[in-house]
């Protein structure tokens, strides 16, 4: 029995038949070949069993042009008596744009917005998959984690849109060395994970995280200027019966394995990193009671004027003294505070301390001391900043003059105008404010001048050199001649032996801090090196 079309003019429009074409013409010819004879059996069953399967019933099904093209499309067939005449009637529409959206739908909720790299829904699937798929291949599966280094200087002193740009370029090199089947994937932030199938061994999975350090490590070229980053690349195998977040977890494990090594490299996971991990998971779990505790000490370091040798102010520093591990400096734990949240309250913690201690030290000392607090970018963005600060000078009874913040380049340039207002206010309660590892970040020198800061601290990375390395010399040197005409404070620290004092003295910086000057040291032993008027191990040091 032959089903004939008999169309109004808006179906005509929409198979490209003219009326005369499809009077006549089979139903199921206005379909791919399968959909039409799938609708051809669905009508006969029903002709034979009365089964509603498709009566009144929408099915997406796709439709055929007459030009040979086809479009999804929504049919709807109802019955129609006629006496004792059966008719039926189909509605079709074309779902054309409602397919498009739950395309772009779908798309976006397993992709970065930014880079369209895989997100972290989809890159789980496709490791899942992968392991499930051991059974039917001899290849192995490697998941790379990676995280560029330096990103967060490069993102708070360019601006947001430079560090997007940075992060599409990122992802565009790391497509293109690797191969079309394996999974870039972007998690977030700066992090970024590879899912590598069908790889030999450990070899040829340290063969392909050698090539992204490789390609990762070139300057990226950013409003002009060349932004060099790199990247820590952990690596980790699956195997069978894996669970695809435990595999992502230990490739993780191994890339902080990487930074702790040093940067801009990889490591692959072993039991010594899973010890490593667990031990991380220790110490931030301790993080969370070390202040109830009273854990947190904080010990002083000379700042000394280099042509006089007198202590003319000093810089607190934190440590923590736990339990089983004994005294840990800040580079131990300050990233794992960062990421559970605690830096605020810790760095409150140290202002209150720090302006504490000092109020004591100058009442017995019969001069005010300056202090210096170094702040975390955290810090520095919450609103609640200058009522901190403010009230751990109140609480100390020291005036505004005698407390001192440090701020990295990458915080001041985090937002120019908003960094500026803030500097202002702080300013405007007597605060001195001086730029933490000056010549590291990319701030430009005509937003510097606008900075009320007082002096500008020379990374200990340049000082580390001397005094061998011309190129930290020159940076020094441009340094000092610039706080001189800024007319600030130049301070060299990392000071660690007599050649290195010795050449930044010649260089013409004023001040200087270090191991060779001074090491860090409780209030007591400040006040008595603060009392002496000279640097704690200057009569003894080479």
């Known amino acids: 029995m032959r089903r004939r079309a008999d169309p109004n003019p808006a179906a005509q429009r929409l198979f490209g038949w003219s009326s005369s074409e499809l009077v006549g013409r089979n139903v199921a010819t206005l379909m791919p070949a399968q959909y039409g004879q799938e609708h051809d059996e669905y009508l006969a069953r029903y002709l034979r069993t009365g089964e509603r399967r498709i009566i009144g019933i929408g099915r997406e099904v796709t439709g055929l042009r007459r030009d040979g093209t086809t479009f999804p499309m929504d049919l709807a067939v109802s019955e129609v008596w006629l006496g004792a005449r059966r008719l039926f009637t189909g509605v079709v529409r074309d779902i054309s744009e409602r ?9 976006q909720a397993m992709h970065d917005p930014l880079t369209g790299l895989a997100n972290r829904a989809l890159l789980i699937e496709r490791i899942e998959h992968a392991i499930a798929r051991f059974d039917r291949t001899r290849g192995h599966l490697a998941v790379l ?10 993102n708070d002193s360019m601006g947001h849109d430079a560090g997007d740009q940075l992060l599409v370029e990122a992802a565009a090199r790391l497509r293109d060395v690797m191969r079309p089947a394996d999974t870039v994937a972007r998690l977030g932030g700066d992090e970024f994970v590879l899912l590598v199938e069908d790889v030999a061994d450990t070899r040829a999975a340290a063969a392909v995280a050698a090539r992204v350090v490789a390609t990762l490590s070139e300057p990226f070229t950013l409003r002009g200027n060349a ?24 490739a993780d494990a191994a890339m902080y394995a990487a930074k702790a090594a040093g940067r801009s490299r990889f490591e692959i996971f072993d039991g010594t990193i899973r010890a490593q991990a667990v031990g991380r998971l220790h110490l931030q779990t301790s993080l969370h009671r070390a202040l109830e505790r009273e854990e947190f000490e904080v010990l002083y370091q000379p700042e000394v004027d280099l042509t006089s040798g007198a202590v003319v102010a000093v810089e607190a520093l934190l440590r923590w003294r736990h339990p089983e591990r004994g005294q840990l400096a800040p580079g131990h734990f300050l990233d794992l505070a960062d990421d559970a949240g605690l830096m605020p309250e810790i760095d409150s913690w140290v202002l209150h301390r720090a302006c504490s201690d000092i109020a004591l030290l100058s009442e017995r000392l019969g001069r005010p001391l300056p202090v210096w607090v170094n702040v975390s970018s955290r810090m520095f963005s919450d609103p609640r900043l200058l009522d901190v600060v403010g009230a751990a000078l109140a609480a ?32 405007s309660i007597g605060i001195r404010l001086i730029v933490d590892d000056f010549g590291t970040g990319y701030s430009s020198l005509a937003y510097l001048k606008h900075f009320p800061v007082d002096g500008l601290k020379v990374d200990r990375g340049f000082i580390s050199g001397l005094p061998r390395d011309e190129g930290s010399l020159a940076i020094i040197q441009a340094v000092v001649t610039l706080a001189r005409t800024m007319r600030i404070a130049a301070v060299a620290e990392g000071l660690e032996t007599a050649e290195q004092l ?4 010649l260089l013409g910086c004023p ?4 191991f060779f000057l001074g090491r860090p040291a409780d209030a007591a032993s400040a006040l008595i090196a603060a009392a002496a008027g000279v640097p704690l191990l200057a009569s003894g040091a080479g």
């Not at 010795?502 to 003295?505: A, C, K, L, P």
């Open 145 to 154: 984690f990676l995280d560029l280094d330096r990103f967060k200087v490069v």
């Open 227 to 250: 932004a060099y980053v790199s990247a820590s690349v952990g690596v980790a195998l699956g195997a069978p019966g894996d669970v695809a977040q435990d595999v992502l977890r230990d």
């Open 511 to 514: 001040y200087g801090q270090g």
């Open 396 to 427: 100390a009874d020291l005036p505004g003059g005698q407390l001192g913040l440090e701020i990295t380049e990458g915080v001041l340039m985090q937002n120019a105008a908003a960094t500026l207002h803030v500097l202002d206010r702080l300013k």
């Open 99 to 107: 397919r498009n959206f739950q395309a772009r739908l779908a798309h």
């Open 502 to 505: 010795r050449t930044v003295s």
